[in-house]
């Protein structure tokens, strides 16, 4: 089982850029993919962005490409999600999740693992 959680979130204006932060913990890490969810006031919970720790390439929902960018620290076992240009539409709480085995796609009920969530605020 592998734990996650979350930090940086916060209030920015529309316009800024913020970093968020999921450490990961837990011996099998390494084995699980690792994405990036925000759920917005009143909608489901919507899948940004997913990597595997044994494979370079990066996954981006197509409604989120260009906005957000995914990133890792293999040492720390830390994933980062980097936001420019925030909208007040990207509000939301944002949740980093981890899925057993190789997995590139977005399905929430693929994740086995779901950290706390952080709140993001983006004023007008």
């Known amino acids: 089982q592998v734990q996650l959680v979350e930090s940086g979130g916060g209030l920015v204006q529309a316009g800024g850029s913020l970093r968020l932060s999921c450490a990961a913990s837990?011996?099998?890490?390494?084995?699980?993919?690792m994405g990036w969810f925000r759920r917005a006031p009143g909608k489901e919970r919507a899948f940004l962005g997913n990597f595997n720790w044994n494979s370079v390439k990066t996954y981006y929902a197509d409604s989120v490409k260009g906005g957000f960018t995914i990133s890792r620290d293999n040492t720390r076992k830390t994933v980062y999600l980097q936001m420019n240009s925030r909208k007040p539409e990207d509000t939301g709480v944002y949740y980093c999740a981890a899925a057993r085995g190789y997995y590139s796609a977005g399905y929430p009920t693929r994740y086995d693992c779901w950290g706390q969530g952080t709140q993001i605020t983006v004023s007008a």
């Open positions: 837990g011996r099998s890490f390494i084995s699980y993919a």
